[in-house]
């Protein structure tokens, strides 16, 4: 009778080498983590939970006694259906429309001329575009103030000027055919200086290989700038429009300043009502749904218009 021995082979071990990698991804990952970890912790601080704090309070009835019982009740869509329902509403809605629409087209217009002229070096372009960003710079209601002086129907410097030219006075801020026009050029000539700055970027990163290759082929002026121009700007024109709109949705202070909502309503938007009905009225939860839907229409816009943009590139 024989008996045979058997041995067991030692478990295969991974070479240090293989595990240090593996170490090094893991520390590094770590590493990462904590640098963004701050970044996240304020954006979920200050942008997330105010985001969802305004949604939550669009559902309920949110009003001034619930700061000392701390009760708010749960309405579900109520509160949308009260701003549907608003004799406001629609008006709002029309002139926000209107008011963004003009806004933008002024601004984009009048910003992409301004970024084309400065693009050609001239003595004191330079103090030029800095003294073109002083409306910038200014606080929104003390641009607002100043030009409440200006415009105004008695004694404001432009009506004083039109004067001079044998125009009689235009009533700005107090006439609701007027001021909702007023209050468009007002927030024109505060944009401008964004959109020249973005634009005037945009311009220097253009070749100008380009330019010389089209002027041989007889591609000059108003045929370089569609050519070439404006094609290679696209990008920088989504980002300033994308901007722009969603900026201007919720324009508050100009509109404050210059005409609180009035005259007649003429000058309400969704972000006035919103304001309004949340700190002056202290209806806090129809006021968020007001901001919600101000919200919703600047995230529609922006996603269309650049799905949009993007299959036409794609084309």
Known sequence: MTTTATTSAPAATAPPSATRPRRRFRRDTIVKALFVAPAALYIVLFFGYPVVKNLTMSFQDYTTKTFFTGEAPWVGLQNYLTVVSSNLFWPAMTNTALFTIGSIAGQFVIGLALAVFFHH??????????????????????????WRSIMDQDSGILNAFLGSLGI???????????????????????????????LYGGLQDIPEELYEAASLDGATG??????????????????????????????????????????????????????????????????????????????????????????????
């Open 168 to 198: 009689g006075a235009v009533p700005w801020l107090t006439s609701p055919d007027v001021a909702l026009l007023s209050v468009i050029l007002v927030n024109i000539w505060i944009g401008i200086p964004f959109n020249v700055t973005i």
């Open 121 to 146: 070096r001239f003595p004191l372009s330079g103090f030029l575009r800095a003294m073109l960003l002083l409306p910038w710079l200014l606080p929104l209601i003390v641009a607002s103030a100043t």
């Open 222 to 315: 108003w045929k370089a700038f569609w050519h070439i121009t404006l094609p290679n700007l696209r990008p920088v024109i989504n980002v300033v429009l994308v901007l722009g709109v969603v900026y201007t949705l919720k324009v508050i202070d100009i509109i404050l300043g210059l005409t609180n909502g009035g005259p007649a309503n003429a000058t309400q938007t969704i972000a006035i009502r919103s304001y309004q009905t949340s700190f002056i009225d202290f209806e806090f939860g129809v006021g968020a749904a007001f901001s919600n839907i101000l919200i919703l229409i600047s995230l529609v816009f922006a996603f269309v218009y650049l799905r949009g943009n993007r299959k036409a590139v794609d084309e």
